[in-house]
């Protein structure tokens, strides 16, 4: 036989027995280190429970923590009893007994023995590896780590924050280039047996030492000291989340693992058991040999990693709550607050969802009285209520609801300074959001309205105030929104344009010129209604200039262009 | 002052346990990696037969439960079941914060070094994987990755049509008659104090409390712990001290692993029991929110809305943004 396992044993000591009969079962010899935190009593059983295989033989104990030298150290001295007793084995594959072979022992032999040169390990410079625990990589090798990661993390961090403090720096052995990768390898006898038979392995050992989490780089480095043809990969199917911590395989991994074609997967759930039933499972063909192939379960946990990290935006729920939503928003897509054109344009909401080919436009989803939902219903998607006091108790919510229930439709909706202003900030800082305003048009229900003057001017002051509030905040340095505010006066000279790159906006593609214009809401006699709120001493700036005698304002078109805050 | 509160809470636990009699004390069977489920009742023997066949399933190895007053012979039928220690008291829930003293004195005597699932009669809880992963396989994910604590928020389940036609047998699972729930109308703000998320919402906000949502029921919970006896859940499962259990969630955008609790409360059993709650006055706030329900028409609600979601799954929850996988995979 040509290949030799090494297998370090630390917990599930049944299914540690379950794959090395595995092993022995493929013909190879092997060598089981069993980590010295598991008691004597079951480690004397673990032996006599594989006493029955001549090709099983045990290593002098070592504690193994993780992140600590022991484990180098044990692989060391197994690997040597494994070459002394067995000087016929060609490669050498190192696994743990939560390894658990995924194809039979002689696929691997027969794939090893086209590859008799090849050193199966996974390896890279620093400056090439991100996946770091701690911030720590290239420190790993220049600080000193005598203390446990996983027990005593404060001591850990407290003395590696003095070192950086002091400037501090281990010379790294000449002639070493440090290097990190999976502690799963598979190495030729040639390779293993120059880095265990170096003459220089002392100086190494006492440098790796106190190297952090050794067992990733003291094979990975040495072996580019005298391997002749590396391949930078592991054979084992081993997936490592955000935190440095392995993956672990369930019954439900059954169909990925089958998928990976890998030889080894590493680390199964001691109590999956459809996994240790089925496996391993042949894949070659008679005239066929099928290599591993990973990408497909890389996908999957490199998901898992980005969402642990990354999250889906705009989603609130029990364990996902930005706190620091200004920065990366509040919501899950673009959407559109419009104010001030349902005031100048007729029926203004059934044109533009008309236009938009069917866009969902709501009405004033904030207004005093119940949010207007575009279908004019009591419950909305999701289960949104219209009820405005439950809405107005956590109206961020509401909003950022409203996207993530209708996410894939862009919606649009109503706002006005009517409406509740608490979420002006939070729109402002959203960069979804696409805030168009006809600033001033407020003053048109007003005008209509034909009520008694003093009343009218106390509220047109009241609701100038708080538009004007309201752009103040869009003006402010912190804002993301994409806003767009052009006067009452100047859209109702030229409106087509605003219109137009809102339709864009909402049908999300470049529209072919507007086939229908919208109806404008008759406002003669506007100007005149405007100078007289300036005689009594009201000053409706917010609307723009309208020349006094405004009879026939709307067939002015002048090319203004609406400005653009940002 | 957290720590004092906490004292105080193990305290007056303590002085609690006085009220409880041991009706069958089975905890010597209890092996050191066993998942335990504690829980209070009072007449819920109509659910109980369920109740124990879905937890068994999920890997549940030990019921550490207390009876609390039941008449309908639902404290017998738990008593025989071999993997169930049985307390009783007829000592007031309300005085006992909620049942929480006589839990906490139980967790302190038994649930030490234990993953503990702390539930309701009514409460079915859902984490990703759940139907091919038992509980254990998450106990042991959550020790690799030194996680002592679990979220999950409760969702309320409902039936098409009014509550009361929702006919529930005993041993049946309640989701074929009640599988409908809100999707996304969920309120969330942070208890700087404690640090929990205080999420409100779904069915019951909209239906009952839209013109005082401040009353609305809190659905935050961490239902899944790994018990320690320093530790003392605060006002139901909602909040646990010390408070750094309390940080289920992810502050800077990523998602941690969640679940969710299914509450299959409005089934036809609830229009009577929240008559008989609102007049026991025992219930959080006394009993207002079951006042709430009681009043009129609404002891027979109809939740149900086109919007509404019929349960399929845990992976529906997890695309609709109610649970999380978070790093587990």
């Known amino acids: ?566 | 002052m957290l720590r004092l509160q906490r004292r105080r809470w193990k305290l007056r636990a303590f002085r609690k346990r006085r009220e409880l009699d041991g009706v069958k004390n089975r905890t010597a069977a209890i092996k050191p990696d066993d998942i335990l489920l504690f829980c209070t009742f009072r007449n819920e023997g109509i659910r109980l037969p369920y109740f124990f066949e879905y937890y068994r399933k999920q890997g549940v190895d030990h019921f550490i439960m207390v009876n609390n007053g039941s008449t309908d012979g639902g404290d017998a039928y738990a008593a025989e079941q071999p993997d169930v220690s049985l307390w009783s008291t007829d000592a007031s829930y309300g005085d006992a914060r909620y049942g929480m003293d006589w839990l906490t004195y139980l967790q302190w005597r038994y649930g030490h070094g234990h993953w503990a699932l702390t539930v309701d009669v009514d409460e079915f809880f859902v984490y990703p994987f759940c139907d091919t992963r038992p509980l254990a396989a998450l106990g042991d994910w959550l020790d690799a990755s030194d996680i002592r604590s679990f979220g999950a928020l409760i969702l309320d389940l409902y039936p098409q049509g009014p509550v009361s036609e929702a006919k529930y047998e005993s041993g049946m699972d309640p989701l074929e008659i009640a599988n409908w729930f809100d999707a996304g109308n969920y309120m969330i703000s942070r208890n700087k104090r404690m640090r929990n998320l205080w999420i409100q919402g779904g069915a019951r906000a909209r239906a009952f409390f839209a013109d005082t949502p401040e009353k609305a029921p809190a659905l935050n919970k961490v239902p899944f712990v790994k018990w320690d006896r320093r530790y003392t859940y605060v006002s139901s499962t909602h909040m646990v001290l010390p408070r750094g259990l309390n940080l289920v969630y992810d502050q800077q955008g990523g998602e941690k692993t969640s679940g969710a609790l299914l509450h299959a409360k409005f089934i036809n059993t609830f229009g009577d029991r929240a008559k008989e709650e609102a007049t026991r006055g025992e219930h959080y706030g006394d009993g207002h929110e079951y006042q709430q329900y009681a009043d009129g028409a609404e002891a027979d609600p109809n939740l149900w809305t086109k919007w509404s979601e019929q349960y399929l799954n845990w992976r529906q929850l997890e695309v609709l943004g109610l649970l999380s996988k978070g790093n587990w995979a």
């Open chain 1, 1 to 566: 036989m040509n290949v030799g396992v090494v297998i370090l044993a630390h917990t599930a000591l049944q299914r540690a027995e379950q794959a090395i009969r595995l092993w022995v079962g493929g013909g190879c010899p092997v060598v089981v280190h069993v980590d010295k935190k598991v008691d004597q009593k079951e480690y004397n059983a673990f032996v006599d429970a594989l006493s029955d295989l001549d090709q099983v033989q045990f290593s002098k104990r070592h504690l193994c923590e993780w992140g600590t030298w022991g484990l180098v150290a044990a692989t060391q001295e197994a690997a040597a009893l494994l070459m002394d007793s067995h000087p016929e084995l060609r490669h050498i594959y190192l696994a743990s007994g939560a390894c658990l072979p995924l194809r039979p022992v002689s696929e691997l032999c027969d794939y090893l023995d086209a590859r008799r040169e090849t050193d199966f390990i996974e390896s890279s410079t620093t400056e090439d590896v991100p996946w770091t625990v701690g911030g720590l990589d290239q420190e790993r090798f220049t600080l000193r780590f005598p203390f446990s990661w996983r027990r005593h993390r404060r001591i850990f961090d407290f003395y590696v924050k003095i070192q950086q403090f002091a400037r501090f720096k281990r010379r790294i052995p000449t002639g070493v280039v440090p290097h990190m990768g999976s502690q799963w390898w598979c190495l030729t006898r040639r390779t293993l047996s120059a880095i265990l038979n170096d003459p220089k392995r002392p100086t190494y050992d006492r440098y790796f030492r106190k190297v952090w989490i050794p067992d990733e780089s003291y094979f990975q480095t040495i072996a580019r000291l005298h391997s002749t043809k590396i391949e930078s990969r592991s054979l084992t199917l081993s997936k490592f989340d955000f935190q440095g911590k392995p993956h672990v395989f369930y019954n439900d991994h059954k169909a990925l693992l089958r998928r990976s074609a890998c030889f080894v997967a590493r680390k199964i759930w001691p109590r999956a058991d459809e996994l240790y039933k089925i496996f391993p499972l042949p894949y070659n063909k008679p005239d066929e040999q099928v290599g591993p192939n990973p990408s497909s379960a890389d996908r999957v946990f490199a998901n898992a990693v980005d969402r642990r990290i990354l999250g889906r935006p705009g989603l609130y729920m029990q364990s996902r709550y930005p706190t620091i939503d200004d920065e990366i928003g509040v919501t899950a897509a673009p959407y559109s607050v419009l104010q001030g054109f349902t005031e100048v344009i007729d029926d203004f909401e059934a044109w533009l969802s008309k236009t938009t080919g069917g866009g969902v436009v709501h009405g004033h989803l904030f207004a005093p009285d119940r949010a207007h939902f575009c279908d004019n219903s009591a419950i909305y998607t999701g289960g949104m209520s219209d009820h405005p006091t439950l809405r107005d108790y956590n109206p961020k919510m509401f909003l950022s609801n409203l996207i993530w229930n209708n996410r894939g439709k862009h919606q649009a909706f109503q706002f006005g300074p009517r409406d509740t202003q608490t979420i002006n900030w939070m729109m402002a800082k959203d960069s979804n959001a696409r805030i168009s305003i006809v600033s001033g048009a407020w003053i048109i229900s007003l005008f209509l309205a034909r009520e008694e003057f003093s009343d009218l001017r106390k509220e047109a002051a009241r609701l100038q105030k708080i538009e004007h509030a309201q752009l103040k905040i869009l003006r402010s340095p912190f804002t993301k929104a994409r806003v767009r505010v052009i006067t009452l006066a100047e859209f109702v000279r030229s409106p087509m344009e605003t219109l137009e790159s809102i339709v864009d906006e909402i049908s999300e593609q470049p529209h072919p010129r507007l086939a229908e214009a919208p109806t404008m809401v008759k406002l003669d006699g506007l100007g005149a209604f405007l100078q007289d709120l300036r005689n009594q001493g009201m000053h409706p700036f917010l609307t723009g200039e309208f020349p006094k005698n405004t009879d026939n304002v709307t067939s002015v078109q002048t090319q203004q262009k609406p400005y653009l805050v940002r």
